[in-house]
């Protein structure tokens, strides 16, 4: 999915890292907003192994639990929840890269 | 057509009585304001605790430590039971239970705990910090003592009174949801009780009632011009992210609000009795109907708690917390039986009623099957609170 162009005036872009991939994002966007404009919909697993994605965009359903680096260790937060940010790490497995 | 039981509420409460009466032939009629385990028993901890709990321990509670551990001691084989007698499986834990000591002041509040727990007949003990570590290697190192019992545990509540419901429509209950009592008064030997059904209003008579509406049963009792000395408590419960098994045990602390246990998932589930805060309706007074608000203070106070006897958790994220009601009655011993002022009326609220719930639900069928209060719960009566109705001219 892409973002829509015309008669948008966006921040210019920053980096974000989804799964060790750089990606473009505007301050202002969600972090779930950025992975599906990046065409990234998958953003976990559940425990059968299925993919799970964005489904409420509201913070209620928790689909969109991606696993985000904080130091050392990473932490589970909802996407559609998380602002981006400069440097911002996003995995859609725990840990990973 | 007269009913024997009409049951009001859908908790654990109701359906585990709704289960126990239809099982003796009575073929109760349910009814539940919005679904089955919509209130407090879907949301609380299902800490199955049997110790004297904290808040027994603190000043002014004395005194009751032997009625409680009197009804844990039959509780814990009401439990032991309950996954055969229903025949289905209910994610009961029944592992043990740590009650935490973080200084000298909680050894020596947990050491005369234990003695008197022992005293009546409760086997507790003792553990030092190590002893605790042996069982739970991630407990914080200043840890210095615990008290362990083998049975405690924990239950699934997400799915207990919906197995006591369906158990009960096995056995000829009928159970009606999006069904709400709005009106209750005697006429002659028995009950009507005025309902709203999916919009319509219908009637309904009865011979006996059980008012199981958890902390609703004041309100409603105080509809009709009665006293039931139950109290609000809105609590909060957290839980975190997954982690790989470590805590097969319940843990809590003798000194601070703390409940914790892992779920068979892995997530870590944190409460303790933690206040949350009612919405207010337009005269001030307490929303039933709505969930309380979380306070955050009180997550942040309660997770450090958590945090503090076990610093893995740190590393932890919070993925959801939530707010549930409850009630208290005036002396935090559950009020269960016949009101004197209302014959044939039956209530049974207040306290942890889900530990306790099974049991007494079993006990509250058992006084309307034999019509005679079981001796074992004979402390628990509403008979206790009699004096609150003296004036009392029940409409
Ligand atoms: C956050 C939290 C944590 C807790 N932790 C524990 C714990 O770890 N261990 C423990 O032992 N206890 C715990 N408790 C207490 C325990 O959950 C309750 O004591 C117990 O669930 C009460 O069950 P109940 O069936 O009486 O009430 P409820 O489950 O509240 O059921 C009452 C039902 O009545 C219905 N109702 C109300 N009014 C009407 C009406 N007019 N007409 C028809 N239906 C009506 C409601 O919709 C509701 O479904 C906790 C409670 C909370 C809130
Ligand atoms: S999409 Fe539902 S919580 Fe984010």
């Known amino acids: ?97 | 057509m007269t009913h024997e039981v009409l049951i009001i509420g859908g908790g654990l409460l109701g359906c585990a009585a709704a289960w126990h009466l239809a099982r003796a032939g009575l073929a109760p009629r349910l009814i539940e304001a919005r679904g089955i385990n919509a209130g407090a028993s879907g949301q609380n901890a299902g800490s199955l605790h049997f110790q004297i709990e904290r808040r027994f321990l603190e000043p002014g509670a004395s005194g009751q430590g032997a009625q409680i551990v009197r009804l844990n001691t039959l509780a814990i084989e009401e439990w032991a039971g309950l996954e055969e007698e229903l025949s289905r499986p209910l994610d009961i834990h029944m592992h043990g239970g740590l009650m935490l000591a973080e200084n000298e002041a909680d050894l020596a509040l947990l050491a005369s705990k234990v003695a008197r727990e022992n005293e009546l007949g409760l086997p507790t003990q003792l553990l030092s910090g190590t002893e605790a570590r042996g069982l739970v290697p991630r407990l914080a190192p200043h840890i210095c003592g615990a008290a362990w019992l083998a049975r405690e545990g924990h239950a699934n509540p997400r799915i207990l009174a919906d197995a006591f419901a369906d158990a009960a429509r096995s056995e000829g209950a009928v159970i009606e949801t999006q069904s709400r009592l709005l009106d209750l008064r005697r006429d002659g030997e028995s009950w009507q009780a005025t309902i709203e059904h999916s919009g319509r209003i219908v009637t309904a008579r009865a011979r006996h009632v059980i008012l199981a509406t958890g902390h609703w049963a004041a309100r409603v009792a105080a509809r009709m011009g009665l006293n039931i000395p139950l109290y609000l408590a809105p609590l909060m419960m957290s839980v975190t992210d997954r982690t790989a098994p470590f805590l097969p045990y319940l843990i809590q602390h003798v000194g601070k609000r703390l409940s914790m246990k892992q779920t068979d998932d892995g997530n870590m589930v944190i409460g303790g009795g933690w206040a949350s805060a009612p919405q207010k309706m337009a005269d001030g007074l307490p929303d039933l109907d709505a969930p309380p608000y979380l306070v955050p203070d009180n997550l942040r106070a309660n997770l450090e708690v958590a945090a503090g006897v076990m610093p893995c958790l740190r590393a932890r994220s919070l993925i959801r917390s939530w707010t549930g009601m409850t009630c208290v009655s005036a002396d935090q011993l559950p009020i269960v039986g016949e009101v004197p002022a209302a014959p044939g009326l039956f209530v049974a609220a207040g306290g942890s009623m889900f530990t306790l719930g099974p049991l007494l639900a079993r006990m509250l069928a058992r006084s309307i099957i034999e019509r005679a209060m079981p001796e074992e719960i004979a402390l628990f009566s509403a008979a206790r609170f009699a004096h609150l109705n003296a004036f009392a001219v029940p409409s």
Request: net charge positive; charged share 20%.
């Open chain 1, 1 to 97: 999915m892409s973002r829509v162009a015309d008669g948008v005036n966006r921040p210019a872009p920053i980096t974000i890292e989804i799964d060790g991939a750089a990606i473009p994002a505007h301050p202002g966007e969600t972090l779930a907003a950025a992975m599906i404009a990046a065409g990234v919909y998958r953003m976990r697993d559940d425990r059968s192994g299925a993919p799970r994605g964005m489904l409420c965009n509201m913070g209620t359903c928790s689909e969109c639990f991606v696993w985000i680096a904080d130091g050392q260790t990473w932490r589970r937060r909802r996407a559609c929840l998380t602002p981006v940010a400069g440097g911002l790490r996003a995995a859609t497995r725990e840990g990973q890269p």
